[in-house]
T-cell receptor, first 109, second 114 residues
Framework: TQLLEQSPQFLSIQEGENLTVYCNSS?????LQWYRQEPGEGPVLLVTVVTGGEVKKLKRLTFQFGDARKDSSLHITAAQPGDTGLYLC?????????FGAGTQVVVTP | NAGVTQTPKFQVLKTGQSMTLQCAQD?????MYWYRQDPGMGLRLIYYSASEGTTDKGEVPNGYNVSRLNKREFSLRLESAAPSQTSVYFC?????????????FGPGTRLTVL
């Protein structure tokens, strides 16, 4: 049973379009992380959000942590082919990580 | 600075065979983890070690054993491999940074059990 639900499972868009990926849970987390994983490699941390309502921006990526610290979203503006990958969210409590199943994003030129 | 390294990268086993997956980190992290990743299931925690000399079960520990050999190394052993253990295995380490752990992953071991 996945405690963290990610949606959608798969997203295919054209270069230049915007996209949003969601991560939802019934549990409260002390922090939430987003990772990107490329084929044949391990996940790489993109961002950690800690405070409810927090918004962080990383170039064209915007991350938001829900006010109740149970959910998060990742928004990509003007997606590029280099954004292609598996996006994973992970809720963190007391040094233990609970991962969602991931959203596969494909950006075509 | 190699980060987290894993060996081997690929392995094919027959049902009932045993093997050990090796993991080492050079970042002086206290915590280390073993995950398996299956399509549609995301990353599931097998075992973790909060510090040298301690290990704890994760979400899917059955069929696996671990050893925290020292602060750098954390190995995962399959005593009698089963086809259900076909998966990609990732080792990770973490440190506590300003109240939020930062986790670093190795490149993975792709295991097939026939």
């Amino acid at each position: 049973t996945q405690l963290l639900e990610q949606s959608p499972q798969f997203l295919s868009i054209q270069e230049g379009e915007n996209l949003t990926v969601y991560c939802n849970s019934s549990s409260v987390f002390s922090s939430l992380q987003w990772y990107r994983q490329e084929p044949g490699e391990g996940p790489v941390l993109l961002v950690t959000v800690v405070t409810g309502g927090e918004v962080k921006k990383l170039k064209r990526l915007t991350f938001q942590f829900g006010d109740a610290r149970k959910d998060s979203s990742l928004h990509i503006t003007a997606a590029q082919p280099g954004d292609t990958g598996l996006y994973l969210c992970a809720g963190v409590n007391w040094g233990k990580f609970q991962f969602g199943a991931g959203t596969q994003v494909v950006v075509t030129p | 600075n190699a980060g987290v390294t894993q060996t081997p990268k690929f392995q094919v086993l027959k049902t009932g065979q045993s093997m050990t997956l090796q993991c080492a980190q050079d970042m002086n992290h206290n915590s280390m983890y073993w995950y398996r990743q299956d399509p549609g299931m995301g990353l599931r925690l097998i075992y973790y070690s909060a510090s040298e000399g301690t290990t704890d079960k994760g979400e899917v520990p059955n069929g696996y054993n671990v050893s925290r050999l020292n602060k750098r190394e954390f190995s995962l052993r399959l005593e009698s491999a089963a086809p259900s253990q076909t998966s990609v295995y990732f080792c990770a380490s973490s440190e506590l940074v300003l109240g939020a752990d930062t986790q670093y992953f190795g490149p993975g071991t792709r295991l097939t059990v026939l």
